[in-house]
């Protein structure tokens, strides 16, 4: 009797264990697109256990909730699974509310705009993003705070270098999106990626024997970052077009793929492609023009040789590279010099990271503004025009483009 009142207990226990992991709210979530942001989403969440979940969703305003069944996918190192479900045939511009399993929080996504005919959009871009998990979230509160339609983060998200052993800077890093790129109102910013060194083991493909440009060799060297982002899955460069208005390009300086070959062959084909875009723009990680680090470096001079002329023949007006900790824009660069019809050059990834000493601006040719401090852009597409201002880790806005005059002084 007393065995069977044990055995009893016992099954008890572990179903409700059972249930109650079941019904554990998700350890973190991630949205992003691999389609027109104008009509899709792409909604990740991380949890135990092999079964399909179910999302809940429904059109904001709308009373009854649908659900839709998740894919189930390995999570690299981990116990943990990635349940991903892809939703597409939605409407542009609109609010939808998600409800993830075991969690009683509502939040909401919103859709982008099919045009720019009547509604701008505005996006914060950055790179370079945790080597400390507070820092990490101390900037994304701000970006939350200018309330931008999504985000872009090109390269070394976690600094996780693809490594087995440093798995708990990738879970940091999906809680601290979880905890703080959200609005006020519980909107979720969706996140778009770039590949950068600390993603890869070694940094650099070259830097991994037997190299071989293939889809099992990438995934053996960046684990995490083709494991885990949906965008810009396999071969580690993408490009995710918004209707017919925007074209971001995503792009691999030489972390998973060689820059000269069948990349810039892609890019070229890509740019030439899109040439009735509104605005076409390239995010990667290595700088062609960077704030810190020596001009004459080997990818740097590579980006310079085999993307920039592109990037000027199709008529690219801005582009944002990341890697040096540093805050930059150049001058308007066309045939390495100065030239308002060129292109400009934003960024430098310094969201999350110890900042690093920069150039002297007044001696380097192509620097307008440099400045050792965090920091992220806000980009604003308006119609064909784009605006910008960039804001460090307190909010303090300390750049922008077109350059505001000077206020009046009377003598």
Not at 259 to 265: D, H, L, M, W, Y
Not at 363 to 381: C, D
């Amino acid at each position: 009797m007393n065995k069977l009142i044990l055995s009893s207990f016992t099954l008890i226990f572990f179903v409700f264990t059972a249930v109650s992991q079941a019904q554990n709210a998700p350890y973190a979530f991630y949205l992003t697109w691999n389609q027109d942001p104008t009509t899709s989403m792409v909604v990740d969440w991380h949890s135990d256990g092999l079964q399909s979940q179910q999302l809940n969703i429904r059109r904001k305003g709308t009373a009854n909730w649908s659900q839709m069944e998740s894919d189930v996918l390995p999570y690299p190192f981990s116990e943990r699974v990635v349940h991903r479900v892809s939703l597409l045939n939605l409407r542009p511009d609109t609010a939808y509310e998600i409800q993830f399993p075991g969690s009683n929080e509502v939040y909401y996504f919103s859709t982008m705009p099919s045009n720019l005919n009547e509604k701008s959009i505005k996006i914060a871009i950055g790179g370079d993003a945790m080597h400390r998990k507070e820092w990490f979230e101390k900037t994304n509160r701000v970006v939350s705070f200018f309330e931008p339609d999504f985000v872009i983060i090109g390269g070394d998200m976690a600094y996780e270098n693809g490594i087995a052993e440093n798995i708990q800077r990738i879970y940091d890093w999906f809680e601290g999106y979880s905890n703080t790129l959200i609005t006020a109102d519980n909107r979720i910013l969706p996140c778009v990626v770039a590949i950068g060194n600390h993603e890869v083991v070694g940094g650099y493909y070259s830097r991994n024997p037997g190299y071989e440009q293939n889809n099992s060799f990438r995934k053996r060297i960046a684990p995490y970052f083709y494991g885990l982002f949906a965008f810009p899955g396999q071969p580690g460069y993408n490009v995710l077009d918004f209707g017919d208005y925007l074209s971001l390009i995503i792009l691999d300086t030489e972390h998973s793929n060689p820059i000269p070959g069948v990349q810039t062959q892609w890019l070229a084909k890509t740019l030439e492609e899109r040439t009735h875009v509104l605005h076409r723009i390239p995010i990667y990680h290595v700088p062609g023009f960077p704030s810190v680090r020596n001009y004459e470096d080997i990818t740097q001079t590579m980006v310079r040789e085999h993307w920039v002329p592109l990037f000027e023949k199709s008529g690219v007006r801005i582009a944002f590279e990341n890697h040096d900790h540093a805050y930059k824009r150049t001058y308007p660069i066309r045939n390495l010099q100065r030239d308002q019809s060129g292109v400009i050059y934003v960024g430098d990834g310094s969201w999350g990271v110890g900042e690093r000493p920069i150039h002297d601006v007044e001696n380097t040719w192509y620097l307008k503004r440099a400045q050792s401090v965090k920091a992220f852009t806000l980009l604003t597409l308006e119609g064909p025009q784009f605006n910008l201002i960039s804001v460090d880790e307190n909010g303090r806005i300390i750049d922008s483009y077109p350059e505001s005059p000077l206020p009046y002084r009377s003598h």
